[in-house]
Nanobody, 124 residues
């Protein structure tokens, strides 16, 4: 069974940091581009960041540029999202998603596999 499992979410104060992980099971991530998307209460799901299959190309939403960093370790079949300088508006459920493609994409409907999501809450 093909699965993506996110972890690392939690509650943090504004200005704090979290690192999310997205681990794949049942398939290898080597040939997949990976994206992180998020959905805040009452809002539509939005693109956050994506990374291509080998990690040498990334694509960030303007709202997170300079604060978030995506990386991947194909040997561990895991993708990471380091989130620094967190803001209350970053509060959302964060999802990782995979598409069998060499190219990173911002379009959520391109993704074939999704994790269950992990909650990130930024509040004082």
């Amino acid at each position: 069974q093909l699965q993506l499992v996110e972890s690392g979410g939690g509650s943090v104060q504004p200005g704090g940091s979290l690192r999310l992980s997205c681990a794949a099971s049942g398939f290898t991530l080597d040939y997949y581009a990976i994206g992180w998307l998020r959905q805040a209460p009452g809002k539509e799901r939005e693109f956050v960041v994506a990374i291509n299959w080998n990690g040498d190309s990334t694509y960030y939403a303007d709202s997170v540029k300079g604060r978030f960093t995506i990386s991947r370790n194909n040997a561990k079949n895991t993708v990471y999202l380091q989130m620094n300088s967190l803001k209350p508006e970053d509060t959302a459920v964060y999802y990782c998603a995979a598409v069998r493609s060499a190219i990173a994409t911002e379009h959520q409907y391109d993704y074939n596999y999704w994790g269950q999501g992990t909650q990130v809450t930024v509040s004082s």
